[in-house]
């Protein structure tokens, strides 16, 4: 199953999605976080088929909601109205790592997204192996 990834911005939001396989995670686009932004993520999912959207969640290390939690869990309601299957999986310091590897680029919050589906794919199919 093909897999997608959102690292979400209150400015831009990065989008991750998988190859063919599944298995393997790589940037795809950066998007101004505006009022067509759920309907780029369907017709992104349509054309690729993807079957699950990963959330990056984001919360303070003592677990505690970040203040952009909220504006992401409407967001990941907006996608489920439209029959998407999304879930959260937590994500810390995804854009900090993505800039240590790379550096700053308009690219930056893709590598967040993808740092956040590679996280998912061996969390959650590969069991950390």
């Not at 959330?55 to 970040?66: M, P, V």
């Not at 998407?84 to 854009?95: A, G, L, M």
């Amino acid at each position: 199953m093909r897999l997608m990834a959102v690292d979400y911005g209150k400015k831009r939001v990065g989008i991750a999605s998988t190859d063919e396989t599944g298995s393997f995670a790589l940037p795809r686009a950066v998007w101004l976080n505006d009022e067509t932004l759920v309907d780029k993520i369907w017709k992104l999912k349509v054309e690729e088929g993807i079957g699950k959207i990963i959330i990056g969640e984001s919360r303070n290390l003592d677990g505690s909601a970040n203040p952009i939690q909220e504006a992401i869990e409407g967001f990941k309601s907006g996608l489920e109205k439209r029959g998407v299957e999304v879930v959260f999986h937590p994500e810390v310091f995804t854009t900090v790592e993505a800039r240590r590897l790379q550096g700053q680029t308009e690219m930056t919050d893709a590598s967040a997204a993808a740092l956040i589906l590679k996280s998912f794919i061996d969390t959650v199919y590969n069991k950390g192996i």
